[in-house]
């Protein structure tokens, strides 16, 4: 990824489902309210239980962060795929059918599929800014989906002189911030002015690159 990567602009549709996951209910509402005019895609890395760490399962996905002129979106990769081909009965009867081939093709290779399987991965899905300075979260506890609204204070930074970090050529600088009783390590590439980053993170001078707890529990690491 370069810079011409990251300024081009991406006519790509920023959606609220009211329904959530359309495979719970019987109808999805969508409306738009903004466009992406970046796009860019993390790797992010979590405990499940940091309570108990003997409990926690060490989990790993693809996030796509996509940055509008008032509001932004993050949401796994993966489970996004699977809701477009679940939302349209064509596309998923046609891949339905090519998992059938896929399946008895394997059983000549000793049972190993070729193509990745469909399937809801992460089911957590934030917009900052929306509504206008809150927070909507859309989430699951096993399969209990809810949707709730979160204040969207940006963190308190401290800024951490002479730190320089090269992520995907860009030279980044460091801050650090304590949010909801964790402390954050952040990179931010100030040749990319753009308030937002992965999950809830904002609020520093250029795009957070990379950010994880002190204790390693939850890292993000821009991928593209």
């Not at 011409?4 to 991406?10: E, G, S």
């Not at 998923?92 to 290779?109: C, D, F, G, I, P």
């Not at 899905?125 to 096993?142: E, G």
Request: glycine share 6%; net charge neutral.
């Amino acid at each position: 990824m370069n810079n011409q990567t990251f300024k081009k602009i991406h006519p790509v549709i920023l959606f609220v489902l009211l329904t959530c996951i359309t495979t719970v209910f019987s109808q999805n509402n969508a409306y738009i309210i903004d466009t992406t005019y970046l796009k860019c895609e993390y790797k992010t890395n979590y405990y499940t239980d940091t309570l108990a760490m003997e409990n926690g399962i060490w989990m790993n996905d693809e996030f796509i962060l996509q940055v509008g002129t008032n509001t932004s979106k993050y949401f796994s990769k993966l489970t996004d795929a699977y809701e477009r081909v679940k939302a349209d009965s064509k596309a998923w009867k046609v891949y339905q059918e090519q998992q059938k081939l896929e399946r008895e093709n394997a059983k000549t290779r000793g049972g190993m599929l070729e193509t990745a399987v469909l399937a809801r991965y992460g089911t957590l899905v934030v917009y900052n800014n929306y509504p206008q300075a809150k927070r909507t979260i859309h989430d699951a506890v096993f399969f209990d989906y809810y949707i709730f609204e979160d204040d969207n204070l940006p963190q308190q930074w401290t800024m951490v002189p002479d730190s320089v970090k090269n992520i995907l050529g860009y030279k980044c600088r460091k801050a650090v911030c304590s949010y909801r009783g964790r402390d954050y390590e952040a990179w931010y590439a100030l040749d990319l002015p753009v308030n937002a980053g992965p999950w809830k993170f904002s609020g520093l001078p250029g795009l957070i690159m990379s950010i994880q707890d002190t204790k390693g529990h939850y890292t993000f690491e821009i991928s593209g």
